[in-house]
């Protein structure tokens, strides 16, 4: 895991990088664009220039996201990346919608495209530089596992993309006197705003709380139950902050006979593991497994099985019995997938005739959970 401050460099080198590659870009293109008469070298031009923005977007967002928590914001201002992630988003878009208004213009009045040796020059040394900022914002993303750097590699593909048109519309037109300008701008343009949207999703997506990585989920499952004295555990909540801030809660299952101050011990333990071994900071509550009733224990393995049998994603925690007199209630909770068909009026019928064959008066209060990690 990459620490905080090793990050904040990274990502900051990463955003100084871009802003002075996209700035060389734009005056080198603007050149040649007004030189040749070319709409799409122009509008690739003021597409570098959003990215020289995009750059410093990003060089602000990795400052705001490295400030420490304090009062109003207690844990911490990671979010701050997915916000820069979404006005670069904004942003993109933006230069898409120009670039397709202007590229259809040049469709109805098209004008002659004069290319010159530094036109093509140009463009080459764009096309290069774009690959090796691809490169480097993919490398460093992975490294620092940044969605705003992942959105600045996607942008230079698009602009490889964009400038490989503008090459092409050029050696169209003086090669077969064929005027393609404003089409291929169009194309870009169209390019440009899918990605923008694509993009933006992406960043609205944990603003909004998604789901945690799947590896991160499964990785603190098996330090939790690694410890000999738990016997399962369930309901299981992960919560991002932003890259890399991750807080989790989660329900632990021991014997009832443990005592409190034992069960306390194994879960502060638990606690430490994980976010020793993994930055995350965990709370866990103990809960209570009767593990000498047989009775219980029994009825638990036939419920389970038949309320897999409904749905081979279904599954029950918590179950308990409260005997009175006259009945017995059967308590449990059923995680229900959200893709599941599955009714609780299906799992509740499952479960009654799962228990008939004991013959007592059972009643049954059952609780959906859906899965959040």
């Known amino acids: 895991m990459v620490g905080e401050e090793k990050r904040f460099r990274k990502g900051m080198a990463a955003g100084v990088f871009g802003l002075c590659t996209n ?3 734009f005056a080198l293109k603007t050149a040649a664009g007004v030189l040749s008469g070319s709409i799409t070298v122009v509008a690739d031009a003021v597409n570098n220039l959003s990215d020289a923005g995009g750059s410093a977007v990003t060089f602000t967002g990795f400052k705001l996201a490295s400030r420490p928590a304090d009062r109003e914001h207690p844990f911490g201002h990671a979010r701050y990346e997915y916000v820069t992630t979404l006005v670069l988003s904004l942003l993109i878009f933006a ?5 397709g208004y202007t590229s259809l213009t040049k469709i109805l009045s098209p004008e002659p495209l004069s290319a010159s040796a530094f036109t093509y020059a140009v463009l080459g040394v764009a096309i290069a530089m ?24 996607l942008d230079s593909l698009t602009d490889i993309l964009a400038t490989s048109a503008a090459l092409a519309s050029t050696l169209v037109m ?31 997506s944990p603003l909004i709380g998604k789901r945690p990585p799947a590896e991160l989920v499964d990785n603190l499952r ?15 909540e992960v919560h ?26 194994i879960a502060d333990d638990i606690e430490q593991d994980v976010l ?43 179950f308990r019995f409260a005997r009175t007199a006259k009945q017995t209630k059967v308590l449990f909770d059923v995680v229900i997938p ?36």
């Open 130 to 153: 774009k690959a090796v900022q691809a490169t480097v914002y993919s490398s460093v993303a992975k490294k620092i596992a940044s969605d705003t750097l992942k959105a600045s590699a």
């Open 95 to 99: 230069v898409g919608v120009v670039l």
């Open 23 to 25: 700035a060389v870009l």
């Open 276 to 318: 020793r071994e993994m930055g995350v900071h965990l709370t866990l509550h103990t809960d209570p497994i009767d593990t000498d009733d047989d009775e219980l224990i029994a009825a638990k393995l036939r419920t389970e099985k038949a309320v897999k049998a409904l749905d081979g994603g279904l599954a029950i925690h918590d």
């Open 174 to 204: 003086q090669f077969a006197e064929v005027n393609i300008d404003g089409y291929t701008g169009v194309a870009v343009s169209l390019f440009i705003i899918v990605t923008a949207v694509r993009t933006a999703v992406g960043a609205i």
């Open 338 to 373: 959200f893709e599941s068909k599955v009714t609780l009026a299906q799992v509740e019928s499952a479960a009654a005739e799962a228990l008939a064959s004991d013959g007592k008066n059972y009643s049954f209060n059952i609780n959906i959970d859906r899965p959040s990690a």
């Open 222 to 236: 098996k330090i939790i139950l690694s410890h000999d004295e738990v016997i399962g555990m369930h309901d299981l």
């Open 240 to 265: 991002s902050y932003g890259e890399g801030t991750f807080f989790a809660v989660a329900h632990l299952e021991v014997a009832a006979n443990m005592s409190l101050f034992a069960a306390h011990e």
